[in-house]
């Protein structure tokens, strides 16, 4: 073998040729994918935007444009404007008449394969999750995958029960039963083959709306008090 | 890996360096190189083609740069430079395919990163690009891309025609068609992979008899 002969033979004038070809690749290399970075990120950021955007017009039907709210730690709501770095979790949607047509809010959880990151909609006014969207999954094509394409699963989602009770807690939690078996408004039907992902999807439900509804739903109740007096005066 | 191309290199014509890889030695069928992204990739006929192909730029371009530096690199840190030539790249085609589509990033998952150690990227910057001029690594480059992307297509086509009922997300079957679900499991690949392999043993073993 030559390169073992090679390799006996070493002398100093040949490291430093190593050393030159090592750096002079990585810098090359630094160039090419700092240059790469910088030429496409203005576009992926943008493709996400618009991405968690469609997202929301998906899970709130009839909304028109959005506005990012971000959670203070005392449960009060604070407006996220464009180009702040703070971590949105909720947005609400307004129609073309600025009314509001509901909340959108982020939440994540363990799936079966890893965590899933889903988007949910909800309507303050009736108290109902009106929409649902897997935003990432990695789950099972063909059996976990099914809780972003069965119809059936879905259409637990156009009217699912989160009302809130007056001790400013959820009444029921939301579940997720056994394909077939649902019997209460807050329950989602399962589905065969998916039952980890689909239980999945009602643990990280029943769990973020626990959380985030009930300041929600005050939220909605002030501002409705609030667009009252204003009509009354 | 194939090691007759440097022994039969001067002979050979520039058709021939890249129609090798599409056929004679195909990566997959033939060299059976890169085996994960070829079984955990073609579940469908979509994400084969586009693994395929950021495969083939991958390969291209650091078979143009392997090229270009081979009389610049000691051999004791070839490997080393080979590897980082190939990670630069790749970086650069994961960015590129997340500014192509979102979607497309989130399907081909991991796999992008691992295109780094898929093993016929870095033999052909060995036993090829190494020891030839531009021209010829492009086209070996072109024809054992373009082989590999074939063969996964090969595969992503039955899988999802089979496992899912369709082919580039259309429908193929009435909606009564039951899909055959092991397809798009891993379990799947193997069969189908299996499957190619025979066919492709059966006709060159007959070219080779007659």
Known sequence: MSEVSNIAMQNP????????????IGIISAFLIVLTYELTLPRVQRLKAEALEKAIFEVLPGTDHTQAFGLNTDGTLFKIEEGDKSEAALYAGYDKGDKLVGYAVEAAGQGYADVIRIIYGYDPSEQILIGFQ??????????????????????NFKALDVSVSNDGQLRNKVITVKQGEKQNPWEIDGITGATISSRAIGDIIGKSSMEVIPILHQNYKNGQNKMNSDEQQ | ??????????????????????????PVFVQVLGMCPVLAVSNTAENALAMGLATAFVLLMSNILVSLLRNFVPKQVRIASYILIIATFVTVTDYAIQAISVELHKSLGAFISLIVVNCLILSRAEAFASKNTIGRSILDALGMGFGFTLALFCLGAVREIL???????????SEGYQSWIVMILPAGGFFTLALWLLIINALQTRKVKS
């Open chain 1, 13 to 24: 004038a040949n490291s430093k040729k190593m050393l030159l070809a090592m750096v002079g």
């Open chain 2, 163 to 173: 496992g899912n009922g369709s082919i580039f997300n259309i429908p193929l079957f």
């Open chain 1, 134 to 155: 897997v935003l990432e999954s990695k789950e099972t094509p063909g059996l976990g995958d099914k809780i972003g394409k069965e119809e059936a699963f879905l259409n």
């Open chain 2, 1 to 26: 890996m194939s090691n007759n191309d440097s022994t039969s290199k001067q002979k050979v014509t520039s058709t021939d360096e890249f129609i090798k890889g599409l056929w004679r030695d195909n």
